[in-house]
Nanobody, 122 residues
C-alpha cells in the first residue's frame, strides 16, 4: 500500500483542519490505519487509529475529543478532522497502515506515506 497525506497548512489557535490520506493498493480496505505526527526535535508520536471497517477508533489522550479519524474505503482514503487546534499540535502528520490483525492500541505500523505539515500559531 502506498500512502500520500495532504491537507496540511498554517492555521491559528482554535481553528480546524482536515487531513486526507490517499492510498493505492488492493489491500487498503483490509488494513487498520493510523495517523502519527512528529514535531521539531521530538520523536514521532501516535495520534489516532481506525479499524479496517471503520467500526473502532483509538486516540492519543492529547487529541481525544478534538480529533476524529474516519475512512472511506470506496475512495481508499483516511481522514483526520482536527478541531480546536493548539500550538502544540504543530507537527508533520503522517498516515500509516497497521499490520493485519494488529490491535489499534498496539504501536506497530507497516507502510508509511510522506507527511503533511500542520502549523498552528497563537
Amino acid at each position: 500500500v502506498q500512502l500520500q497525506a495532504s491537507g496540511g497548512g498554517a492555521v491559528q489557535d482554535g481553528d480546524s483542519l482536515t487531513l486526507s490520506c490517499a492510498a493505492s493498493g488492493r489491500t487498503f480496505s483490509f488494513h487498520a490505519m493510523a495517523w502519527l505526527r512528529q514535531a521539531p526535535g521530538k520523536e514521532r508520536e501516535f495520534v489516532a487509529a481506525i479499524s479496517w471497517n471503520g467500526d473502532s477508533t483509538y486516540y492519543a489522550d492529547s487529541v481525544k475529543g478534538r480529533f476524529t479519524i474516519s475512512r472511506n474505503s470506496a475512495k481508499n482514503t483516511v481522514y483526520l478532522q482536527m478541531n480546536s487546534l493548539k500550538s502544540e499540535d504543530t507537527a508533520v502528520y503522517y498516515c500509516a497502515t497497521k499490520p493485519l490483525g494488529t490491535a489499534l492500541a498496539v504501536p506497530r505500523f507497516s507502510s508509511w506515506g510522506q507527511g503533511t505539515q500542520v502549523t498552528v500559531s497563537s
